[in-house]
């Protein structure tokens, strides 16, 4: 599958961002948002399984961000409220093509370029 993000940009502490990826091609199973800060690791940041919307969001950014999909346009979602300095970094989409969804990056095979949020304090 080609993944497209877009929607990163500069920002100040507090405000939002809404993220978007286009998916196409072959069928997924989930597709999943991460982050990579510099000099971090990638980190886990949400998930969604396409059959059935479950939902899954790392505990960071529990109850500020969001996902959402929208089947019709095969396009992910990730809706970023009250921003910190802390949630700079390129955000990657990606997906995943098994039975279980994982917040592992491993366990995803098709990335996005990524699209770079830089949160001003």
């Known amino acids: 599958v080609q993944l497209q993000a877009s929607g990163g940009g500069l920002v100040q502490a507090g405000g939002s961002l809404r993220l978007s990826c286009a998916a196409s091609?072959?069928?997924?199973?989930?597709l999943g948002w991460f982050r990579q800060a510099p000099g971090k690791e990638r980190e886990f940041v949400a998930r969604i399984r396409w059959s059935g919307g479950i939902i899954y969001v790392a505990e960071s950014v529990k109850g500020r961000f969001t996902i959402s999909k929208d089947n019709a346009k095969n396009t992910v979602y990730l809706q970023m409220n009250s921003l910190k300095p802390e949630d700079t970094a390129i955000y990657y989409c990606?997906?995943?093509?098994?039975?279980?969804?994982?917040?592992?990056?491993?366990?995803?095979?098709?990335w996005g370029q990524g699209t770079q949020v830089t949160v001003s304090s």
């Open positions: 990606a997906a995943s093509y098994g039975l279980a969804s994982s917040t592992r990056d491993y366990a995803y095979e098709s």
């Open positions: 091609g072959r069928s997924f199973s989930t």
